[in-house]
């Protein structure tokens, strides 16, 4: 399937799984499963969990490639649905704690890093400024920043307007200055 490359559309992609060529959909996952594993860690903060969600999302697909509406942006769709699935997985895990009193669990590893030890420490420092924001600074700063999503998908995804998304943003960038600020002096 050579010309199903990086030039070849999501929607292109689509169709050509919707007739049955299972390599489309193979260059779909592997475009999209890293940016929505991002986004979906952003939201859950467990590796295992995001990584099951991450599956799911992609099941979705897979089962009814009919549910995404061609001319839509298909990424913006694919977020929305693994927002869903995160969101009521979260409640699943919410009902379960409360049901047995289970201790919460702890926040997962920051992410792994290649490179220099400065690199992996500078990526834990940014995982750790990233726990301090709010939950919707947090995730639309994660749909902007790791799934390059633009301002009108990220409205799409978390249903507020494109001006509020902005808005959360230079907000949640703020934020991320001023805590990373004194640490990377410090670091100095």
Do not use: C
Not at 20 to 43: D, M
Not at 153 to 164: C, F, K, V, Y
């Amino acid at each position: 399937m050579r010309r199903h490359g990086a030039d070849t559309s999501d929607e292109e992609l689509l169709a050509a799984f919707r007739t049955g060529r299972q390599e489309a959909f193979t260059l779909l996952f592997r475009r999209w499963s890293r940016p929505v594993f991002g986004y979906v860690l952003g939201l859950v903060k467990d590796r295992d969990l995001a990584d099951d969600i991450t599956q799911r999302v992609f099941l979705k697909l897979a089962r009814r490639p009919g549910a995404y509406t061609p001319g839509t942006s298909f990424s913006g769709w694919l977020h929305r649905v693994a927002r869903n699935e995160a969101l009521d997985e979260l409640k699943r895990v919410r009902r379960r704690r409360v049901e047995s009193e289970a201790d919460p669990a702890g926040l997962p590893d920051p992410p792994r890093q290649g490179g220099a030890p400065e690199s992996a420490e500078l990526g834990r420092l940014v995982h750790e400024a990233l726990e301090t924001l709010e939950g919707i600074q947090r995730e639309v700063l994660v749909l902007r920043e790791y799934s390059e999503l633009s301002y009108r998908e990220i409205a799409e995804i978390t249903g507020r307007s494109p001006a509020n998304v902005k808005q959360d943003i230079f907000q949640a960038r703020q934020a991320l200055r001023a805590h990373l600020a004194p640490l990377l002096e410090r670091e100095s």
